[in-house]
């Protein structure tokens, strides 16, 4: 393919710096940096884009510093340990304002400076895992388009490192190994296998064991069936197919943005959609009159259940929130929505009928809030302001929690 020089002057979502050809033609680099002059190579060059890998630096950034791991480049978990953490939160929340720009059309939004996460490196509480073909585990690389066997994983919390590397597992049919390890230091092992019977495991060390079925449902197979997290001192079980947020230090900063946002005074009714384990419906209901919460998942409705006993003053609905918010009797003054991509459009309808007063979205998929905002806009809500947490360092991943009103709700 063609090799070209580029001047990089944006980090575009998805981890590349984008520069123009001699045609104007957007073209994107991976783990190049925005000010840097590179030859690279192309790869992929459509009529409106164009896509390349970095073969030379030719004028390199001052943000540019050795990477941690040394997998970095090969390994596709992280993009971005070859530039100061620094300069990642900067570019981060150009990012955040030019997709709700692109994508959404909001052109004035008020994006706050990304939160930088306290513990960037070795924060991630779980990971997951893949086969590698002739043995072993490792991580998906886009580069080599095969499951790659890793040694090690600056990002990963020593307790899993450590377990992984102890882990010897040979499970035919094993599709994906996902270990977290609880506040506690306890470790938890879940394993998806083609097939639905449960595999005959011995461990000689401490781990609880469990097997995640297609439901994201789990079945114990050794020890406990969960594990538990701490956040500003409140603890919450986990089930194995149940979303945790994979930084302590990230969640901490997600519930103090959204209490933020709520801004409760003690006599309001608040809508917890897609509530997961209950964490932020917790610091929630410390705080307002009346929590209704929405979870489709079984087993992280029966977490929420035990990690949120001691409150009387919360209703938990099990089921899908396209289907019971329709149907919910409640006037929230206060809506919470933490959706796994975006929101299907029944339920921003019946968001936006219920007329809350504010409206949180809490999202690690940029794209999804954007196109989300559009319908939102287009039923009276408003974007107030963005804040960017950096809950996963070194990665492009960007979580957002955002505020929207409608313009004669505001006080």
Request: net charge negative; proline share 8%; with cysteine.
């Amino acid at each position: 393919m063609k090799e070209i020089t580029l001047q990089l002057t944006i980090m575009a979502h998805g981890g590349a710096a984008m520069g123009r050809d001699e045609n104007g033609r957007p073209t994107f680099v991976p783990y190049a940096i925005p000010g840097e002059t590179v030859r690279a190579r192309l790869t992929t060059e459509k009529r409106h884009f164009a896509r390349a890998e970095l073969l030379e630096i030719l004028a390199p950034s001052p943000d540019r510093i050795e990477p941690r791991c040394p997998h970095f480049g090969v390994c596709g978990g992280c993009h971005f340990q070859h530039m100061r953490y620094e300069a990642q939160l900067q570019h981060k929340q150009i990012i955040v304002s030019d997709q709700l720009q692109r994508i959404g059309g909001f052109n004035d939004v008020a994006v706050k400076p990304v939160q930088a996460n306290p513990s960037p490196w070795e924060y991630r509480i779980d990971v997951s895992l893949s086969p590698v073909p002739g043995g072993g585990l490792g991580f998906w690389s886009p580069g080599e388009r095969q499951v790659i066997p890793i040694e090690t994983c600056p990002i990963l919390h020593p307790q899993l490192l450590a377990l992984w590397q102890d882990f010897d597992l040979d499970l035919p049919g094993l599709r994906k190994l996902t270990l977290r390890v609880g506040d506690d230091e306890s470790l938890l092992a879940a394993l998806e296998v083609d097939g639905l019977e449960p595999p005959e495991l011995a461990a000689d060390f401490p781990v609880s064991v469990a097997l995640v079925l297609p439901d994201k449902t789990a079945v114990s197979l050794i020890g406990d069936n969960y594990i538990m997290q701490r956040v500003k001192g409140r603890d919450f079980r986990v089930s194995p197919g149940c979303f945790f947020q994979p930084s302590l230090a990230g969640a901490e900063l997600l519930v103090e943005a959204v209490l933020n946002y709520a801004n409760l005074t003690g006599s309001e009714t608040v809508l917890d959609a897609y509530s997961g384990v209950g964490m932020l419906t917790a610091f929630l209901a410390e705080k307002a009159a009346q929590v209704v919460a929405v979870e489709l998942n079984p087993d992280a409705a029966a977490d929420t259940a035990v990690n949120l006993h001691a409150f009387d003053n919360i209703s938990l609905y099990e089921g899908a929130a396209e289907e019971i918010l329709p149907w919910l009797d409640v006037t929230p003054d206060v809506v919470v929505v933490n959706p796994d991509g975006g929101m299907e459009t029944a339920v921003i309808q019946a968001v936006t009928a219920m007329n809350p007063a504010r409206l949180i979205i809490v999202s690690s998929d940029l794209p999804a809030l954007a196109r989300d905002g559009k319908k939102l806009a287009q039923a009276g809500y408003k974007p107030v302001e963005v804040q960017p947490i950096d809950m996963t360092p070194h990665s492009f991943q960007i979580d957002t929690v955002s505020l929207w009103q409608r313009p004669e709700n505001k006080p």
